[in-house]
């Protein structure tokens, strides 16, 4: 992923999971991911390649959590994962998108929905 900044739309059901999703794609993004951030405003998120799998250890804030595969398919979501807790393995996942809690139910986000991930103009 050449930009560190994503905007994903999800094709399926029309509407933007992200304008500005910062990629965590090496071992320190990875591992830092969003603990030391304050809480996702509306259009940001965390995109984490490769993912297949989240934990809340640390966090302070719940999040929603989408994970897809290489095609760009939604193949796990996460309503509000709470601090503490993990999301189960998704074997098939690329990815996983990080976004504000209620992000997934505002959006219409299902599994089975094609995504579209295009580098950011907030870049």
């Not at 995109?47 to 959590?65: E, N, R, V, W």
């Not at 309503?79 to 990815?95: D, H, L, N, T, V």
């Given at each position: 992923?050449?930009?560190?900044s994503?905007?994903?739309?999800?094709?399926?059901?029309n509407?933007?999971?992200?304008t500005?999703?910062?990629?965590?794609?090496?071992?320190?993004s990875?591992?830092?991911?969003?603990?030391?951030?304050?809480?996702?405003m509306?259009?940001?998120?965390?995109?984490?390649?490769?993912?297949?799998?989240?934990?809340?250890f640390?966090?302070?804030f719940?999040?929603d959590?989408?994970?897809?595969d290489?095609?760009?398919?939604?193949?796990?979501v996460?309503?509000?994962?709470?601090p503490?807790?993990?999301?189960?393995?998704?074997?098939?996942?690329?990815?996983?998108?990080?976004?504000?809690a209620?992000?997934?139910?505002?959006?219409?986000?299902k599994i089975?929905?094609?995504?579209?991930?295009?580098?950011?103009?907030a870049?």
């Amino acid at each position: 992923m050449a930009s560190k900044s994503k905007r994903i739309i999800n094709l399926t059901a029309n509407s933007e999971l992200a304008t500005r999703a910062r990629v965590a794609d090496d071992f320190l993004s990875r591992l830092t991911g969003l603990l030391l951030s304050p809480p996702l405003m509306p259009g940001e998120g965390l995109l984490i390649d490769p993912c297949t799998s989240i934990h809340m250890f640390g966090m302070k804030f719940p999040l929603d959590a989408v994970f897809f595969d290489k095609q760009w398919r939604v193949v796990g979501v996460v309503e509000s994962i709470m601090p503490g807790r993990m999301s189960r393995f998704y074997p098939q996942a690329r990815c996983c998108l990080e976004l504000p809690a209620g992000t997934i139910s505002d959006t219409g986000t299902k599994i089975g929905d094609q995504l579209d991930v295009k580098d950011s103009e907030a870049g």
